[in-house]
């Protein structure tokens, strides 16, 4: 059986020599090029056309959820890489396969890059643990009509004031709708609201 092909995408030349050095050993894997940015991690998926691709995100031009887009899932599949355990839920939605932390030891690494050409999904405990945060948060932070109501005004430069007169209630209830918010969105002022509002498309 021919061994797993292996592209690298990361933009510090230590990172690559260490994940060459780490995996080369491996009798089933092999690296068949490294990318220094996304638009070559691209470009070289569709020239190289490897197994999977162990991606890095924060890279220059190109970062690594554009580029796992761009590769598609008909492409490779994709294994992030990388220092951030933050970025983990638009990295799956954009197609990634797995997520792992640089700090896994080089043994997981090797098994995760298995599993996810497998097609298995394949997560860092501390991944997995903040997505499953997220995934719970939307739940417990679903807003009212009426909270929503007081969003959108406030999202429109609405006073406090002016949110009481337009919703025909008193300021008091403002104060109260807008600590709800608060606590549902998981922010702690107005603007914030308003932008995780928009992030979670309750606001266009």
Same mark, same amino acid.
Request: glycine share 12%.
């Given at each position: 059986m021919p061994p797993l092909r292996l592209l690298i995408a990361d933009d510090h030349p230590i990172v690559r020599?260490?994940?060459?050095?780490a995996l080369g050993g491996e009798p089933d894997l092999e690296i068949v090029g490294e990318a220094a940015d996304g638009e070559e991690a691209v470009r070289l !998926?569709? &020239?190289?056309?490897?197994? #999977?691709?162990?991606?890095?995100l924060r890279?220059?031009?190109?970062?690594?959820?554009?580029?796992?887009?761009?590769?598609?899932?008909?492409?490779?599949?994709?294994?992030v890489l990388t220092t951030f355990d933050t970025d983990v839920l638009p990295a799956l939605e954009a197609g990634a396969g797995g997520y792992l932390l640089k700090d896994a030891p080089p043994e997981e690494l090797a098994r995760?890059?298995? !599993?996810? &050409?497998?097609?298995?999904? #394949?997560?860092a405990p501390a991944v997995a643990g903040r997505l499953a945060d997220h995934l719970r948060r939307p739940a417990r932070g679903k807003l009212s009509p009426r909270e929503l109501e007081v969003l959108r005004l406030v999202a429109g430069g609405a006073t406090n004031k002016e949110v009481a007169a337009e919703l025909f209630i008193s300021e008091a209830s403002v104060?109260?709708?807008?600590?709800?918010?608060?606590?549902?969105?998981?922010?702690r002022d107005r603007a914030a609201a308003v932008g995780e509002?928009?992030?979670?498309?309750?606001?266009?």
């Open positions: 020599d260490g994940l060459r050095a !998926a569709r &020239h190289l056309a490897p197994d #999977v691709v162990l991606m890095d890279m220059p031009g190109l970062d690594g959820v554009s580029a796992i887009r761009r590769i598609g899932g008909t492409g490779p599949k994709v294994l995760a890059v298995r !599993a996810v &050409h497998r097609g298995e999904t #394949v997560l104060k109260t709708h807008l600590l709800h918010i608060y606590a549902k969105l998981d922010v509002g928009y992030r979670r498309g309750l606001l266009s």
